[in-house]
């Protein structure tokens, strides 16, 4: 299979408790390579057309807030079956629905505070690489 990438958020819960290299070393371990990362305070307009999708749910405005309360790493991570592997590396989005050794499992705080997003499809992943990262930053 060719490789393929996916958009990978570790979220303000993680970078607030010194967890981005404790995600990476998961990331890593699963055979995922980092092939691009950064470190941002997103801001309020990058995190409603990021989560644009969800803007009717209930959780949204609660979501945004969590977003931009301290920095986030966005990243684009390489690999084989990639985005599907990364879904199965996070866990579920409830950390109490996550499995044994999931990134979720060991460190989600809650549903909301869920310590990572990943892209869910291959066309998501290309409109979220492209919001965040130009071609040139991306070095596989
Ligand atoms: N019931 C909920 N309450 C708060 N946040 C939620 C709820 N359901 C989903 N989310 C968040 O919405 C996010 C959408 O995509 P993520 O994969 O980043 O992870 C999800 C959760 O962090």
């Known amino acids: ?20 290299g ?15 990362q950064k470190r941002i305070r997103m801001t309020r307009q990058q995190a409603e057309t990021f989560y644009a999708v ?5 959780f949204f405005g609660e979501l945004v807030d969590f977003m931009i309360s301290a920095p986030v790493v966005v990243q684009v991570l390489e690999g084989e079956n990639a ?11 409830n950390p109490a629905n996550a499995a044994e050794g999931t990134i979720r499992k060991q460190f989600a705080k809650s549903v909301g505070e869920n310590s990572v997003h ?7 992943a290309a409109v979220e690489i492209a919001q965040f990262f130009s071609g040139n930053e991306i070095v596989g």
């Open 22 to 36: 404790a995600v990476n070393a998961v990331i890593e371990a699963a055979g995922l390579r980092i092939v691009a």
């Open 54 to 58: 969800h803007k009717e749910r209930p």
């Open 83 to 93: 985005i599907a592997k990364y879904r199965e590396v996070m866990g579920a989005t």
């Open 1 to 20: 299979m060719a490789l393929e990438r996916t958009f990978s958020i570790i979220k303000p819960d993680a970078t607030e408790r010194n967890l981005t």
């Open 118 to 124: 990943g892209s869910d499809a291959a066309e998501t």
